[in-house]
């Protein structure tokens, strides 16, 4: 059975946490104790072989070997192999869990759109239901060993009442290489198609809506099936396991407490290594290294007989029931309907208990800015922006209508990449602007302004023109009707 301990951690206390180290069912202590103890027990045995059996020459022989099995621990990457395993695996295993099959929602579509309160309607009604409960039920026979228990063969499941003996003889009459669960649902669709005809299922559209529900509750029998066939890379799992393993064969070498090799210089003292008979650094490496890989061991399939394991005994029970109970007891059958109790008021206020009245104190959420709080001077208007759109009799420069540099620089600095980008060119102020000439019209109205340059482009830095020259220009281009009007 899971071990559930929600309740246990619902609030946050001192020693909240520490509680629930002292629980052996579904516990660390109870996975592990086997490996702590032959480990302690090598390590006891080396090191007594060590103090009482070896001679001088050995323990310095015995002492460079350790110290070279010391340091090529050190070399193993522990914790990025076993975290990254064990996420895998934690997500696989609860992506196993949410491709359980569950009936809820086909059971409602089915009292919806499946119609009749005969005898005919209700036998509708439940077989439909009894039909996906025996598809999973088949399909956890063949990946959990607690429902194989419970039903070996198909007798187990006639005798419990997925399946009669006309449709077992039906079912072991179709020959097929592969699983078998998908049949119940053909017979599903087979029945449904039959209440269309007979008119139980009023439209097309109904019977589409219950094929849908139908295809995503099969779906999830098949992607079931397919965890418990397709599983992590075994060459993944062997890297980690023997990750660990050869670990700690070094941490049994290499940890052991050794004799100082070289005698002290006189005069001079020196502090050796702590004599300890137990190595407590070394067994907190163990228990957590070696216990990180028997939690991935223990829900890398989590339909076996762990007590972490998926309870699929105890679904099989809840999604009959329930869905016999939608299907027959509950088709049809309301509770008398009127007038709420807030039917009167305009703000609807359920009440409190004195357990909950602190509760309605607290002001409800209404966004995370709702609280910010600005100066009188701040929420006036800007008097630069107040009449942006408004035309302006004078151009703004350059740097100006750029308001995100202008708000770090200020209203006197121009902007440095306006500025690099757009050549400042002296103006000149005693003579008149360029214009283009244009052939064929009058000397005041040919006169055309020459386009301004863009401020993301860059101006050509082209010397301006002399008027002299320009009016010479355009009485060589102009005709000489243009050139001498008439009186």
Same mark, same amino acid.
């Given at each position: 059975?899971?071990?559930?301990?929600?309740?246990?951690? +619902?609030?946050? $206390?001192?020693?909240?946490?520490? +509680?629930?180290?002292?629980?052996? $069912?579904?516990?660390?202590? %109870?996975?592990?104790?086997?490996?702590?103890?032959?480990? *302690?027990?090598?390590?006891?045995?080396?090191?007594?072989?060590?103090? %009482?059996?070896?001679?001088?020459?050995?323990?310095?022989?015995?002492?460079?070997? #350790? &110290?070279?099995?010391?340091? =090529?621990?050190?070399?193993?990457?522990? =914790?990025?192999?076993?975290?990254?395993?064990?996420?895998?695996?934690?997500?696989?295993?609860?992506?196993?869990?949410?491709?359980?099959?569950?009936?809820?929602?086909?059971?409602?579509?089915?009292?919806?759109?499946?119609?009749?309160?005969?005898?005919?309607?209700?036998?509708?009604?439940?077989?439909?239901?009894?039909?996906?409960?025996?598809?999973?039920?088949?399909?956890?026979?063949?990946?959990?060993?607690?429902?194989?228990?419970?039903?070996?063969?198909?007798?187990?499941?006639?005798? #419990?009442?997925?399946?009669?003996?006309?449709?077992?003889?039906?079912?072991? =009459?179709?020959?097929?290489?592969?699983? %078998?669960?998908?049949?119940?649902?053909?017979?599903?669709?087979?029945?449904?198609?039959?209440?269309?005809?007979?008119?139980?299922?009023?439209?097309?559209?109904?019977?589409?809506? *219950?094929?849908?529900?139908?295809? &995503?509750?099969?779906? %999830?029998? @098949?992607?079931?099936?397919?965890?418990?066939?397709?599983?992590?890379?075994?060459?993944?799992?062997?890297?980690?396991?023997?990750?660990?393993?050869?670990?700690?064969?070094?941490?049994?070498?290499?940890?052991?407490?050794?004799?100082?090799?070289? +005698?002290?210089?006189?005069?001079? /003292?020196?502090?050796?290594?702590?004599?300890?008979?137990?190595? *407590?650094?070394?067994?907190?490496?163990?228990?957590?290294?070696?216990?990180?890989?028997?939690?991935?061991?223990?829900?890398?399939?989590?339909?076996?007989?762990?007590?972490?394991?998926?309870?699929?005994?105890? *679904?099989?029970?809840?999604?009959?029931?329930?869905?016999?109970?939608?299907?027959?007891?509950?088709?049809?059958?309301?509770?008398?309907?009127?007038?709420?109790?807030?039917?009167?008021?305009?703000?609807?206020?359920?009440?409190?208990?004195?357990?909950?009245?602190?509760?309605?104190?607290?002001?409800?959420?209404?966004?995370?800015?709702?609280?910010? $709080?600005?100066?009188?001077?701040?929420?006036?208007?800007?008097?630069?922006?107040?009449?942006?759109?408004?035309?302006?009799?004078?151009?703004?420069?350059?740097?100006?209508?750029?308001?995100?540099?202008?708000?770090?620089?200020?209203?006197? #600095?121009? @902007?440095?990449?306006?500025?690099?980008?757009?050549? $400042?060119?002296?103006?000149?102020?005693?003579?008149?602007?360029?214009?283009?000439?244009?052939?064929?019209?009058?000397?005041?109205?040919?006169?055309?302004?020459?386009?301004?340059?863009?401020?993301?482009?860059?101006?050509?830095?082209?010397?301006?023109?002399?008027?002299?020259?320009?009016?010479? /220009?355009?009485?060589?281009?102009?005709?000489?009707?243009?050139?001498?009007?008439?009186?």
């Amino acid at each position: 059975m899971t071990v559930s301990y929600t309740l246990k951690v +619902a609030n946050a $206390r001192f020693g909240g946490f520490s +509680a629930l180290l002292f629980r052996w $069912r579904g516990s660390i202590y %109870k996975l592990l104790y086997k490996e702590l103890l032959v480990f *302690l027990g090598l390590y006891g045995v080396l090191s007594l072989t060590y103090r %009482k059996l070896l001679s001088q020459e050995q323990k310095r022989i015995y002492a460079q070997v #350790a &110290q070279y099995c010391n340091r =090529s621990a050190d070399l193993i990457p522990m =914790s990025f192999v076993l975290g990254f395993y064990v996420t895998l695996v934690v997500n696989r295993w609860w992506a196993q869990y949410t491709s359980i099959p569950l009936p809820d929602r086909l059971m409602c579509v089915v009292t919806a759109t499946v119609h009749g309160d005969d005898e005919r309607g209700r036998t509708l009604r439940r077989t439909l239901l009894r039909y996906a409960n025996l598809s999973s039920v088949l399909v956890l026979r063949s990946v959990s060993t607690r429902v194989l228990r419970r039903f070996p063969t198909m007798d187990h499941v006639v005798e #419990a009442g997925f399946m009669s003996q006309e449709e077992q003889q039906k079912f072991e =009459s179709l020959h097929s290489d592969f699983n %078998k669960y998908w049949v119940p649902c053909v017979w599903f669709t087979n029945l449904a198609a039959q209440a269309r005809r007979e008119g139980r299922v009023r439209d097309d559209i109904a019977l589409g809506l *219950l094929l849908d529900e139908l295809n &995503q509750y099969r779906g %999830k029998c @098949s992607l079931l099936f397919h965890y418990d066939w397709i599983s992590i890379p075994l060459v993944y799992t062997q890297v980690v396991t023997i990750a660990v393993y050869s670990f700690f064969a070094f941490c049994l070498i290499g940890r052991q407490f050794l004799e100082g090799t070289e +005698a002290p210089e006189p005069g001079q /003292e020196t502090l050796g290594d702590l004599d300890l008979y137990v190595p *407590l650094t070394t067994l907190l490496q163990f228990f957590f290294y070696a216990g990180w890989l028997k939690v991935a061991e223990q829900i890398i399939n989590p339909f076996g007989e762990d007590d972490d394991d998926f309870e699929t005994n105890q *679904l099989i029970d809840r999604n009959l029931q329930v869905s016999l109970l939608s299907v027959d007891n509950m088709y049809g059958d309301l509770p008398p309907t009127g007038r709420d109790r807030y039917w009167s008021e305009e703000a609807a206020q359920p009440p409190y208990t004195q357990a909950s009245a602190a509760d309605s104190l607290r002001p409800s959420f209404m966004g995370s800015t709702f609280n910010l $709080r600005m100066s009188e001077e701040r929420l006036q208007p800007d008097p630069d922006t107040e009449e942006a759109g408004a035309p302006s009799s004078t151009p703004s420069p350059a740097w100006a209508r750029t308001p995100l540099l202008s708000r770090f620089l200020g209203a006197s #600095a121009p @902007s440095p990449a306006i500025s690099l980008r757009v050549p $400042r060119t002296p103006l000149l102020p005693s003579r008149p602007q360029a214009a283009t000439p244009v052939p064929g019209r009058l000397r005041l109205t040919r006169l055309m302004p020459a386009p301004a340059a863009r401020i993301d482009e860059e101006a050509p830095e082209t010397p301006s023109p002399d008027l002299g020259s320009l009016e010479e /220009e355009e009485d060589k281009v102009a005709p000489p009707s243009a050139a001498t009007p008439s009186g």
